[in-house]
């Protein structure tokens, strides 16, 4: 699979248009902010923003919020283990993705009812590391489509091409994307 059409995920955990709007049009945005409760203004502003630059948008954890601003779907971190209705499983123009970090959590986001998988951390060196052969095992063990989250960046960014996976997440890699001082190059 070539690096060209992998999906790619950004975490954010604020509303700042003028960085988002020089990001590539098909970075598709997860909204999370774990340290207070959703403000649903600032939902329905970054979901205005993301319908008129076409762009997806999912929020984290917050399923009726999703739900209410109608938004592209729903990111279950790995800690989440809510079950979500059946109903919004199939519902059409909406996606349940999630993260997990070893076999048991990969079973029980299955059991959620996710289409994408998120496997931590492929790449950072921290408690949840893999390295590119535990998660090219852990892939396997997924009925779903297998995203690559933790530590990429433009030199290991080519390393994905090995495993089959369908996009990437991050964070820091978008951000310096948006820097000023990297625009010209």
């Known amino acids: 699979m070539h690096n060209f059409f992998l999906k790619k995920y950004y975490?954010?955990?604020?509303?700042?248009?003028?960085?988002?709007?020089?990001?590539d049009k098909n970075i598709i945005l997860i909204y999370r902010n774990y340290t207070s409760k959703t403000d649903e203004k600032v939902i329905f502003?970054?979901?205005?923003?993301?319908?008129?630059?076409?762009?997806?948008?999912?929020?984290?954890?917050?399923?009726k919020?999703?739900?209410k601003y109608n938004l592209d779907g729903l990111y279950l971190p790995s800690f989440n283990k809510d079950l979500i209705p059946v109903p919004y499983r199939n519902k059409k123009n909406f996606d349940i993705?999630?993260?997990?970090?070893?076999?048991?959590?990969i079973n029980y986001k299955n059991l959620q009812g996710v289409s994408k998988i998120f496997i931590?951390?492929?790449f950072k060196r921290?408690?949840?590391?893999?390295?590119?052969?535990?998660?090219?095992?852990?892939?396997?063990i997924s009925s779903t489509r297998v995203v690559a989250l933790g530590g990429v960046n433009e030199t290991n960014l080519k390393k994905l091409?090995?495993?089959?996976v369908f996009g990437?997440?991050?964070?820091?890699?978008?951000?310096?994307?948006?820097?000023?001082?990297?625009?010209?190059r």
């Open 11 to 23: 975490f954010i955990n604020e509303f700042d248009p003028n960085n988002l709007i020089k990001l």
């Open 45 to 63: 502003n970054i979901k205005q923003f993301c319908k008129k630059h076409r762009r997806k948008l999912y929020i984290s954890n917050d399923f």
């Open 65 to 67: 919020v999703a739900v």
């Open 97 to 105: 993705i999630g993260s997990a970090h070893n076999i048991k959590e």
């Open 120 to 122: 931590s951390s492929i």
């Open 126 to 140: 921290k408690k949840t590391y893999l390295g590119l052969y535990n998660f090219k095992k852990l892939s396997k």
């Open 161 to 164: 091409k090995f495993i089959n």
């Open 168 to 184: 990437f997440a991050a964070i820091s890699f978008f951000q310096k994307k948006t820097a000023p001082w990297k625009r010209g």
